[in-house]
């Protein structure tokens, strides 16, 4: 069974610094995609960044980024210079490359501070 | 706006009454999907379409639980007999099936509270 973990379940960061956000994941396969979801208070969860686990390049969207490290099963997402809209929950997700079926961790809720 | 709908956005009900949400999903894409979310929880797939099939079900749709989609335009959800832990988020997603990696458009769900 595939499983992701998010082990910091609340981060917080001073508005304009890093955050770095934690995700690993439990899998027997090689060829999957792994995702980071947005969930705003209140509001509909939109997708963040994806990295194919067959590309060796981190993704990056503008100020978010990735640190995919498929032996170690790990995909971390850091922001650059967080603003204040950036606070929200994050989710990372897991979907093997045939399956509709995509895994989500528990999530971690993100805090800027002004 | 062409997002994903859902309606109703809450729903409150007493256990063992029969709940129908709705999702309606962006016009072109023709993949949708059902999830669950409970508090302090990711959501969980139970659920998708592509087109007016039902390709793949999660063992956690119980058979109580049945989807819908019968022109491949929007879906329905419904709950028989609800019970209290069936309280939760229920969140809609579509997508376009001719995308490599199927990006999942998600609608604003529909909170359930049975009580």
């Known amino acids: 069974a595939q499983t992701v973990t998010q082990s910091q379940p609340e981060m917080s960061v001073q508005e304009a610094e890093t955050v770095t956000l934690s995700c690993t994941y439990d899998t027997s396969e090689s060829d999957y995609y792994l995702f980071w979801y947005k969930q705003p208070p209140s509001r509909q969860m939109i997708l963040v960044i994806r990295q194919e686990a067959y590309k060796q390049q981190n993704a990056t969207e503008n100020r978010f980024s990735v640190n995919f490290q498929k032996a170690a099963k790990s995909f971390s997402l850091k922001i650059s210079d967080s603003q204040l809209g950036d606070a929200a929950m994050y989710f990372c997700?897991?979907?093997?490359?045939?399956?509709?079926?995509?895994?989500f961790g528990a999530g971690t809720r993100l805090t800027v501070k002004p | 706006d062409t997002g994903v709908s859902q309606n109703p956005r809450h729903k409150i009900t007493k256990r063992g009454q029969n709940v129908t949400f709705r999702c309606d999903p962006i016009s072109e894409h023709n993949r949708l999907y059902w999830y669950r979310q409970t508090l302090g929880q990711g959501p969980e797939f139970l659920t998708y379409f592509q087109n007016e099939a039902q390709l793949e079900k999660s063992r956690l749709l119980s058979d109580r639980f049945s989807a819908e989609r019968p022109k491949g335009s929007f879906s329905t959800l419904e709950i028989q007999r609800t019970e209290q832990g069936d309280s939760a988020m229920y969140l809609c997603?579509?997508?376009?099936?001719?995308?490599?990696?199927?990006?999942?458009?998600f609608g604003p769900g529909t909170r359930l509270t049975v009580l």
């Open positions: 997700a897991y979907r093997r490359t045939r399956s509709n079926d995509m895994r």
């Open positions: 997603a579509s997508s376009l099936a001719d995308t490599k990696y199927l990006k999942q458009f």
